[in-house]
């Protein structure tokens, strides 16, 4: 992992652009791994910096959306960053309550759905 | 796959509750298959109504994230079945879009974060 | 996908294995899509054969747990053949539809573990 | 997570629960977890405790279904929960080899059948 | 889906990338799908032609590494499209059944490590 | 986990053919594990041992492809080790890069080809 201080110029520019858009004074981990790789880094950062920003969906609903992912995913480190990323933008415990129980669910039918292999309904084709 | 005209009283009694509270004449083939498990039908139901109630989510946001899990886990099925339900909530084609880039960006970084095997930052820690 | 006909002597001496062992004189698409890999097919039948043989765990268990991992996976081809495998060995509708629900039911709360991180009791680690 | 002694009456009804069925004087921490969420821990303890009973398939059958389950989901915890309840529910280590032998071969086979593209036999079509 | 002859300037400006990119002169359904989002689509094209071209690995290895995601997501549509893309690069035969008995191994090797729970060897630790 | 001391001969066949193919010293805690179940272990190693071998992919090729599938997989135990081995066969931090971008890019393009539901090509079928 690259710390701000051993960086390269650009890579600097990365993590001066992640700290001013998300107003904090640090940089976490994800990306002092990525850095290794400036150009991944670059690239994922923008493609990140975009995609979250305020739209047709506001940026709490697009965590609580990465958070459905990262959970079926299994993926740890990505639970633990995005869920303080939806806390901080207003998440109450009940609104994860129920965001836990739609992710809960949704992976049951899934595999219901697979396992019963369900013939997709005439009125839901393309 | 149980049709109403065949079903058991039990099973007609679940297939009732899903169209009076989606305010429709049909169930869609997902029920009718499990409807071979009454009590699987019964029990899987309940939980999806309960779970799918607006709450502290509005059941447009529930819709978006149950995408989320569906098109992680490749069912096919339940993207069929969902977006349909999400755009009868209202989605927007706007919105499925925002909503594809965040799935799309998520299932990304959580690859990235598993590849380079990022550690947990002290702050994100419970 | 390779028919019987056309097959070299080295993948005819495995689909005659396979229609011995299984009691059939047919070979589904899954073995004539690897007979293109003749070492390929080889090592997997006799993975195969070896592992699904009758040993501490009958066959017909064996067959349920490869339908829990090929239903959590959503792999189409392996719900079909093995869910006939199954139900040749003695799999009941009803015995189905418990492995159904307790499949749907792991996949739920393997995602709600993953989702509120919870970490590993004193009791459960090695 | 909410230890019995912080939990309010409708938590600690669910933990009396758990460790009656369980025969145990503890709560492990995935329930500790859910009790944030007092509904959803409710409702998720009453489909375990069903799903889990004694039915069709024995009990011993059922954990090992959801290892594999857990097994394929990369699930942490799940595994070191549920192999502690297969092996007190009688699993033996040469049960648990070759419960882990068909899991790591359908998971080898499910990729190769995605991979090859294989269609599904006409004798396995529904 | 959105075809070349209904396609907005911008949409078209990608599209013809692609074709003098890829030398040919069809698109494939995959970006007309996301051409109802032209910025994903743009986005999601810039990315994909700068990760695949050559660099360090060469645009087969890169299109092998592509199939071994998308045969472990059980991904048809990606298996389809990117198989086609790995033969024109000149994948033979030979090289596809090696490629595929890796990820069948590997996909094998991940659920063991996981059923088995195995702790991270102290040389492998980072 | 058997340690070599404590191992049967058969065990013991097994890790020194391990560590006279790696020429290493030591047995990763993987094997350990197994061991616990010489079958599994010695169909296992066998299996790696062919599968990995130089044919018509190079083994860092082949190393590779195996980090495609866990990380895709969050197997954190398989990055650890096999990307140990694809270093030791080569792979600079430059390929590593590459590497995960492809990996990334992947798994970004299976959720949008998933969620998009989008049908497979004439000229992708086969």
Redesign the interface.
């Known amino acids: 992992m690259i710390e701000y201080s051993e960086a390269s110029a650009e890579v600097r520019a990365v993590y001066d652009d992640i700290m001013a858009t998300r107003k904090t004074d640090?940089v976490?981990?994800?990306w002092k791994?990525?850095a290794?790789?400036p150009?991944?880094l670059r690239?994922?950062w923008e493609?990140?910096k975009?995609?979250?920003a305020p739209?047709?969906?506001d940026p709490l609903?697009?965590e609580?959306?990465?958070?459905?992912?990262?959970?079926?995913?299994?993926?740890?480190?990505?639970?633990?960053?995005h869920?303080?990323g939806a806390r901080a933008k207003g998440m109450?415990?009940?609104?994860?309550?129920?965001?836990?129980?739609?992710?809960?669910?949704?992976?049951?039918?899934?595999?219901?759905?697979?396992?019963?292999?369900?013939?997709?309904?005439e009125?839901?084709?393309?």
Chains 1, 2, 3, 4, 5, 6 share one sequence.
């Open positions: 640090t976490n981990n994800f791994a990525l290794m790789q150009e991944l690239r994922t493609g990140i975009q995609v979250m739209g047709a969906l609903t697009k609580m959306i990465y958070l459905a992912v990262s959970a079926t995913n299994q993926c740890g480190y990505c639970m633990a960053s869920s303080a109450t415990e009940e609104m994860f309550g129920e965001l836990m129980a739609v992710i809960g669910m949704a992976n049951q039918t899934n595999a219901l759905a697979s396992g019963f292999r369900v013939p997709v309904d009125q839901f084709r393309q």
